[in-house]
């Protein structure tokens, strides 16, 4: 119960809890909000190239990120130290555009990521402590955060749809983001961007290992669900092994990844927002962790070996 009570001391900083389910929603979206607010203020949000490292905090992060050749930098990304007001929670995300407005609608769901994905936690957290049998397992807390995701990602794909002044019909973005909290990780995945974890060897050396799947069209499970869903999936000819999704009577829109927000061209031919979320418990042998980017990930995996992979492509670092 400890985590439950920390999490509404957190809350109680800015607003009352009021009775009432529509009262007790929009005091949640204000608190989140206002617990955002508080964290810029204090300078433990980024958003732009820099580090951040709370006073007193054992974690570190630094961002990095560049415009390429193909004209706007559609990546960005986030980092909140003490996320929710929580000494011992970090998150961190990359969101990756593609698309004529892919840039906005990535910064749209880096904006709305965060403090919807606490306030769904929260909400879920509260009904799984009303069971009296309730114990605050790791693999207890791992649904809760899990269906905190999933619910999330919901929400944020649907807001979108129905943005006014963001044009998200043939536009979208993926979505990595983690959650450290104490000596856990929680990891969720949209698309085609990659978590890699940096840890020691039995000999000492740093070696590299993948948090994440990289859900491309032609991932068996992925290409079934496509298909399933009246979608194809084929590589053009001057592109020999890019898999892509295209509609069933239209050689659009040609997407690299099988799920992303946005892109409601195809939402209804097998593309999804539903992450991936998974958990690693952390240990000493861990070092920290990069979330990139596919473009970094293609830049780096092909002219670099592991550990040159591993210290070249801090992207964004964590612990």
Request: charged share 25%; aromatic share 10%; proline share 4%.
């Amino acid at each position: 119960m400890g985590p439950f009570s920390s999490m509404f001391n957190g809350l109680a900083r800015s607003l009352s809890i009021r009775k009432g389910r529509n009262s007790e929603n929009c005091v949640g979206r204000e608190a989140a909000e206002e617990m955002a607010k508080e964290a810029r203020k204090n300078e433990l949000i980024l958003r732009s190239s820099g580090t951040v490292n709370a006073d007193g905090s054992k974690n570190f992060a630094a961002v990095f990120s560049q415009r390429g050749k193909k004209g706007v930098n559609q990546d960005c990304f986030i980092v909140w130290e003490e996320f929710g007001c929580q000494e011992d929670m970090m998150f961190c995300g990359v969101f990756d555009g593609h698309g004529p407005w892919g840039h906005f609608v990535a910064k749209k769901v880096r904006e709305s990521m965060p403090s919807s994905l606490l306030r769904n936690w929260q909400e879920t957290l509260a009904q799984a402590s009303s069971d009296p049998d309730f114990e605050w397992e790791s693999d207890k807390r791992f649904n809760v955060w899990k269906h905190s995701y999933i619910k999330t990602c919901a929400a944020i794909d649907q807001e979108l749809e129905q943005h006014r002044k963001i044009d998200s019909f043939h536009s979208g973005t993926t979505a990595l983001t983690i959650v450290r909290q104490g000596e856990l990780l929680y990891v969720a995945n949209v698309g085609d961007s990659r978590a890699v974890l940096a840890t020691t060897s039995d000999d000492g050396r740093l070696v590299p290992l993948q948090l994440t799947v990289d859900f491309k069209p032609n991932l068996p499970q992925e290409a079934e669900r496509i298909v399933q869903c009246k979608g194809r999936v084929f590589c053009l000819h001057d592109e020999p092994g890019v898999h892509r999704v295209w509609l069933p009577d239209d050689e659009t829109p040609g997407l690299a990844m099988s799920r992303a927000f946005g892109d409601y061209c195809i939402k209804d031919y097998g593309l999804i927002s539903v992450p991936e979320v998974t958990q690693r418990n952390i240990t000493s042998r861990d070092q920290f962790v990069v979330l990139a980017t596919d473009g970094v990930l293609i830049l780096f995996f092909a002219v670099c070996s592991p550990i040159e992979q591993i210290m070249r492509m801090l992207m964004l670092m964590v612990f």
